[in-house]
């Protein structure tokens, strides 16, 4: 196996000459063989008749995925393009040759000693202490954070080369280039599973290791971006920095090549700086559906002004014995609609699904979940959970899918003002697809829009109670505003449970019975 081709020469030469490490030569020639990129960073770089890298004839790809270079002759510490038997060395080579020797201990233009002393064994013992001291999942795939400096280098590297590079062939462009993350995460893998004592890499683990690093020397260079194409560095709500990789990117694209930051970079005088290793595990996804018992709980914590207005919420009395389960950092809590801080919500529950944030426990058994749910049920009065169960990202959209078309059931607790006797209101029985028009009911008037909702009640049917009261139970299309429909919200909905019977009518309690979405699936007993 030949990773590097006779035709690489001329951007292996102008690599090289340009100050890039061995490995930032690799990228650049699109090479993808992880084992090329495990070699020592001061490898030699060969080309007899090809180029290859390491040993020759032993570099292949078993033999090198295995990591016991220990038995190869000991690598050079010098950096050398040393022509082969056939090549003669031009005058060009021999200044690439020159410059390499010169240059050989520099910290890298392009990666910035991220692919060189800072990707090596005792970079990846900091990491597996890390690893070890803050949780013992055995999976572990390597993720690095390269900031904006680092997308500035290599375009102006790929500038450097793109001649070259499409000579090589037209198909290749700078995506084809292999990042220094993933040139770093290949190394880094190896020597980090050797630390591990031989743990098994898993590329579709769920856990992950960042590894970042800081550039102060081309921290400027950043804000040269900035000034040049404001419009491309907006503030977002949720990143923490505006030099985003898309940003980044944009913005290089827009400035004109010869306006560019100097190409090839220039030399820089230190390496980076490692920085923090983080180990962060892949969200986990829960689900069920929850029964609320109280009249007095808001769904989600009720705030005014920052203050809070009620002791509690389902959702915090859901997630706090979850979060503890699962040793999460936190949590989004979602579910299929919600009812009002007075509506109990009744028969099989609603249904919600909650993403935990950095989980250090991810698996639990049937038992597991089921005594999870127990602890839950017990923990309040108030609030009851069933069907709890683990399930992916995906299927969590299951549960908003639709959710217009459904179906929901309801019982009213309505007062008349006018007596009323049993025969007064059988004729509620035989009503069916009513359509509602719903103008956004006053109470909710300041946080929606005005509009007109057309809403069908599928069925109804009522329970005479005493001379002033019966029970209305409503089933209906999910999002139907049913205390507008009873008291009829100053006319704002039409037809309402007033024009109906002749006389003012008002609700007075309100339960859900059931949210008739078939998600989560249902877990036997
Ligand atoms: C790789 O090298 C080993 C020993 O050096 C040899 O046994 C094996 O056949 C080689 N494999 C390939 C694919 O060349
Ligand atoms: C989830 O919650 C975190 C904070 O707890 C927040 O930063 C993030 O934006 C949320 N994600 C979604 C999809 O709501
Ligand atoms: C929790 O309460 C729900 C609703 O009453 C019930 O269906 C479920 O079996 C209970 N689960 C456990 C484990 O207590
Ligand atoms: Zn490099």
Known sequence: ???????????????????????????????????????????????????????????????????????EEPPSKRAKLEPGASG??????????????????????????????????TQASKVCVRVCSQMCWGLFSAVDELTCPFWILQHSCWLHVKKELREKSAKLD???????????????????????????LCSQSKFEVGVEFSHPETDADCHFLASTCPDCFKPTKNKQSVFTRMAVVKALEKIPEDRHSPCPPRR????????????????????GRYNKFCRSLPQTPWLIDGERRMESSVEELIAAPVLSSFR?????????????????????????????LNPHRSSFSTAQMKQLQET??????????????????????????????????YTALVWTLKPIRRDDISFIDDIQDLTLDQKTP????????????HRVIHSMSARFLDSHHFYLSLKTQAGTYIKEFVHGDFGRTKPNMCELLKTDTDILELDVESVDVDWPPSIPE
């Open 268 to 287: 820089p005088s230190s390496s980076c700086v490692p920085l923090d290793v983080q180990c962060l595990h892949a969200s986990v996804f829960v689900a």
């Open 376 to 409: 839950i049920n017990k923990s309040s009065d108030k609030i009851r959970v069933r069907d709890l169960q683990i399930v992916s990202r995906e299927a969590m959209s299951r549960m908003k899918e639709g959710e217009e078309e459904k179906t929901k059931s």
């Open 1 to 71: 196996m030949l990773p590097l081709k006779e035709k690489d020469k001329p951007i292996v030469q102008k690599l090289l000459a340009a100050g890039c490490c061995a490995r930032c030569v690799l990228r650049f020639c699109c090479v993808s063989v992880h084992a090329a990129y495990r070699q020592p960073p001061q490898v030699r770089l060969h080309y007899s008749p090809g180029f290859k890298l390491g040993a020759s004839g032993e570099n292949n790809k078993s033999h090198d995925a295995a990591g016991s270079d220990a038995h």
């Open 442 to 453: 006053l109470r909710v008037l300041h946080r929606r829009a005005l509009a007109v909702r």
């Open 88 to 121: 003669d060395m031009s005058g060009e080579d021999a200044a690439a040759v020159a410059g390499q020797r010169d240059e050989e201990l520099r910290v890298c233009v392009v990666c910035v000693g991220v692919l060189q002393e800072l990707c090596d064994a």
């Open 328 to 356: 999460a950092a936190g949590f989004n809590f979602s579910s299929s609609g919600r009812e009002d801080v007075d509506v109990r919500t009744l028969g099989n529950g609603r249904p919600f699904a909650m993403e935990l």
């Open 174 to 200: 700078k995506d084809d280039v292999v990042q220094v993350k993933e040139a770093f995460k290949w190394v880094m893998q190896g020597l980090v599973a050797k630390e591990l004592g031989g743990s098994t």
